[in-house]
């Protein structure tokens, strides 16, 4: 037998930590969650808050001065037509950007789940995460000059002869305009294309989770492709689905740069904040507007649950 | 007789045709019509393959199969009338056991109240009334296994696949599913046609097996056949761990130069005085009902079962070996 002690010794400030961490389990959980959770409740739902705080104020007509009482006056001022309409124009974008994000992303996200193995695995991830590596700026910069008049895209469709389809689509009352770089249809293009690794991604987890042997199961019962996509497949990526939605769906609702570069300049929520609160200095207008997206995410997760979309969580 | 299920020389290979690695190779084998039919063998030896080339999951890279007599090389699985039992039994977590088992009627469009009045005589047969609408998830491994059942019997399948059905299930519930499925076989009248690696499960519950052995079958026979005569060396020793004995060996056993088998239970354990056949104990392993004592004979290890009540002798002590000389049995195999 060996003369080994039964308890052995203590090797100095490393083991006497793990040993009151082990007897007090509760004390390691608090002392690595205090910071963070400091962090989140103070600066992130405090300044949140502070944000609701504001749209409750309203400012005066004449001097220009916030008067701090409450008053829902400065959310009345959202359903002034122009207002409605800047909310109505984003709601429409944020949702076409989602569902063009959802119908681009999902092949990719299937592919990369159910067949891409070991080398095409490290390929998927650099190609949906290199365009995520370079300056956002730049890269909507050079859309412009994708998607303006001289650009290669109205180029190659004359080289090949498509200009009629390109020009029938920049004739289209509300989605169309002069040249892509300067319509609704040059935006919703460029919000697809920045936001679009924000949609693979987590719908790509979701199916990855989905064992080969459901799908076969299914076609198994009887199932033709058809049916099993739609009765197996969607709803399993759902939740993949829905937590890729809500960054493109609020991403898009609060961005105020591509509006300004791509498009008709006609304005976003996004760009509306951020005039109202720097030109205008009208905060509580702002925060008012700022509020919008975060109702409409409300409502929006609280139709998907009733929907069942979590089902599969 | 009519055969359910018919592999024709069936061979399935995986990777480039200049090095395949084959999972299935030349297989025949004929299934019979309501039989209770196992594949048995060890893991890789192109068990699942055979399993997976009848649903149609996999397509063969040459000969044919043929269920009841028609020729399903190119029709895809959900054309198949039969049905199959996972191994993780698969069932759809975002839908509750009634959807489950209503699934493969619903892809058929079967009207709602049909197919859920089917649904609940299904959970019935498969003692789970009352639990429709339940998620999978609230379920123990057992009740999963039920639903899996009664999922892939409500299409009526003319041959019903279970993979590795009792695998994931411990060891009393497995036993008592045994008896169940026989049960539930011989009252549909369903060829069943299962996948195990257990020899014993395959032989208490089969009409017929077939040993696998390396992406060939080793042999196919009823249980007792199998048990009894094994053809090889690899089924001697796989089912039923038998004592292989080289055919030096089997000379001093007094048999012919040949290999052989003899079965632990046959051999006693009898006082070493005088008899040719005497050994030195090696290990002695207690196993409740009896004890497996390991003698070394001719620098062979022969095991003997020696039933509980007997006194079993100490390592290093010296045995002799009796058997009843019909026991052995004397294999084709060189």
Request: charged share 15%; with cysteine.
């Amino acid at each position: 037998m060996t003369s080994a002690p039964a308890i052995l010794p203590e090797r100095g400030i490393a083991d006497r930590l793990t040993a009151i961490f082990w007897r007090h389990p509760r004390l390691l959980l608090f002392v690595l969650l205090t910071p963070p959770l400091l962090w989140l409740g103070v600066v992130y739902l405090g300044s949140l808050l502070a944000l609701l705080l504001q749209s409750f104020y309203s400012i005066d007509d004449f001097s220009g001065v916030v008067k701090e009482e409450f008053t829902l006056k400065t959310y009345a001022e959202l359903f002034r037509a122009q207002n409605l309409d800047i909310i109505l124009r984003t709601l429409l974008m944020s949702a076409a950007v989602t569902i063009g994000c959802a119908i681009i992303a999902f092949p990719i996200a299937y592919f990369a789940a159910r067949f891409a193995r070991g080398r095409w695995k490290a390929v998927f991830y650099l190609g949906v995460m290199l365009p995520l590596w370079s300056s956002y700026l730049v890269k909507v910069y050079a859309w412009k000059l994708i998607l303006a008049k001289e650009g290669i895209i109205t180029w190659a469709a004359e080289g090949v002869g498509l200009s009629m389809i390109l020009n029938a689509i920049l004739a289209i009352p509300g989605i169309g305009g002069n040249s892509l770089s300067t319509s609704p249809m040059g935006t919703f293009i460029v919000f697809v294309y920045v936001w679009l690794p924000y949609m693979i991604l987590p719908m790509q987890a979701s199916l990855e989770r989905v064992p080969n042997s459901m799908l076969e199961a299914s076609a198994d019962l009887g199932a033709s492709k058809a049916q099993t996509f739609r009765t197996v497949i969607l709803p399993l990526a759902m939740p993949g689905m829905i937590a890729g939605s809500i960054f493109t769906f609020s991403l898009t609702m609060g961005d105020y740069i591509i509006p300004q570069i791509v498009g008709t300049s006609a304005r976003f929520i996004g760009l509306a904040v951020y005039q109202l609160q720097g030109t205008a200095g009208n905060i509580p207008l702002a925060a008012a507007f700022a509020v919008v997206p975060i109702i409409i995410m409300l409502i929006y997760l609280t139709i998907a649950k009733r929907k069942g979309a979590f089902d599969a969580l | 007789m009519t055969a359910a299920v018919e592999f024709i020389g069936v061979s399935r290979h995986f990777g480039p045709a200049s090095a395949p690695v084959k999972a299935v190779d030349g297989v025949d084998l004929t299934i019979a019509e309501g039989s209770f039919f196992a594949m048995l063998g060890p893991s890789g030896s192109g068990k699942t393959t055979c399993l997976r080339l009848i649903s149609g999951f996999e397509k063969p890279t040459g000969g044919a199969i043929r269920i009841f007599g028609q020729d399903v090389s190119n029709v895809p699985p959900n054309r198949r009338n039969v049905n199959t039992v996972f191994q993780d039994y698969a069932l759809f977590p975002h839908m509750n056991v009634r959807d489950n088992v209503a699934y493969g009627l619903m892809v058929k469009g079967v009207d709602r109240r049909t197919r859920e009045a089917r649904a609940e005589d299904m959970l019935a047969l498969v003692k789970l009334d009352g639990y429709g609408d339940r998620k999978p998830a609230q379920l123990s491994g057992g009740q999963r296994q039920r639903v899996a059942l009664a999922r892939a019997l409500v299409n009526e399948p003319k041959v019903l696949l279970l993979d590795e059905p009792l695998g994931a299930l411990d060891l009393k519930l497995r036993e008592a599913m045994q008896d169940e499925l026989k049960a539930l076989q011989m009252r549909l009248g369903i060829t069943f046609v299962f996948v195990t690696h257990d020899q014993s499960e395959a032989l208490s519950m089969a009409d017929s097996l077939a040993v696998f052995n390396e992406g060939r079958i080793a042999q196919i026979g009823t249980p007792a056949q199998v048990y009894a005569q094994p053809r090889t060396r690899f089924v001697a020793d796989f089912v039923g761990s038998s004592n292989v004995l080289s055919p030096d060996v089997t000379r001093a056993f007094g048999g012919p130069s040949k290999w052989s088998s003899l079965r632990p239970e046959t051999l006693r354990l009898v006082p070493a005085d005088g008899l040719a056949l005497a050994g030195t104990v090696t290990t002695i392993r207690y196993l409740g009902a009896n004890s497996r004592v390991s003698v070394n004979l001719l620098g062979t290890e022969v095991a003997a079962l020696l039933p509980a009540g007997q006194t079993a002798p100490e390592p290093g002590a010296t045995v002799g070996l009796s058997f009843d000389p019909t026991a052995l049995h004397v294999m084709d195999e060189a």
